[in-house]
């Protein structure tokens, strides 16, 4: 495996469902974010972990909850979601060089978990 | 705070000519700024970054961009369109926090025979 993997690619859950959708960078990165990808709007940042620690909460319901139990592995829990929470997660990961910017600036970035949520 | 402007959500061009992609960007430090594309059902993909070294930075596929400061703008382009680059194009700028991204809402391109 290569790059930021992301599964499942796909998930349908009613509003009561508990999911998980997972993240695993093989960049030998430390820091991992998810954003959100909404018809028409911006990609939205929703978290950010830098060396495993949340460094950035974007006024994220609290139906979603982030866990990072090492630099290579990043969840996104979900917990009685609403129809607008149907979007596409994404995933990506970089290389912090300790100055608060990334090594190149660049982010790379999984293909995506497209929830939707009835 | 840092964030940019695409402007047109939507362009069309003819195969064989000219791509230009506008971004514009609003930064109090400066700025990375970086061009990604993203095809249908997949992740975003870097095309090119600038991070203050030559103002004319070449990417991938054979596009371009050119950081002029005067015009807080960062435009991509490319001098020839093919098929192939039919996409979902984001301009984006390093954000206040430091590592983190913020995003333009992207301009798909569409590229007619």
């Known amino acids: 495996e290569t790059g930021v993997t992301q599964t499942p690619r796909h998930l349908v859950m009613g509003m009561t469902n508990k999911k998980s959708l997972k993240c695993e960078q093989h960049?030998?990165?430390?820091?991992m974010y998810w954003y959100k990808q909404s018809a028409k709007k911006p990609l939205e940042l929703m978290f950010v972990?830098?060396?495993?620690?949340?460094?950035e909460n974007n006024s994220v319901p609290s139906r979603f909850s982030p866990e990072c139990p090492n630099s290579s592995h990043l969840f996104l829990h979900l917990h009685t979601l609403q129809p607008e929470d149907s979007a596409l997660y994404l995933c990506a990961s970089s290389q912090d060089r300790g100055s608060g910017r990334a090594i190149g600036g660049e982010l790379f970035f999984g293909e995506g978990s497209r929830l939707t949520v009835l | 705070a840092q964030s940019v402007t695409q402007l047109g959500s939507h362009v069309s061009v003819s195969e064989g000519a000219l791509v230009l992609l506008r971004c514009n960007y609003s930064s109090s430090v400066p700025p990375y700024l970086f061009w990604y594309v993203q095809y249908p059902n997949q992740g975003l993909q870097l095309l090119l970054k600038?991070?203050?070294?030559?103002?004319l930075v070449k990417g991938i596929n054979g596009f371009e961009a050119e950081f002029k400061k005067s015009e807080t703008s960062f435009h991509l382009t490319k001098p020839s369109a093919h098929m192939s680059d039919a996409a979902e194009y984001f301009c984006a700028v390093s954000g206040s926090s430091g590592y983190a991204l913020n995003f333009g809402k992207g301009t798909s391109l569409l590229v007619t025979p």
């Open positions: 960049l030998g990165h430390n820091a």
């Open positions: 972990y830098n060396f495993k620690e949340q460094t």
């Open positions: 600038y991070t203050s070294a030559a103002t």
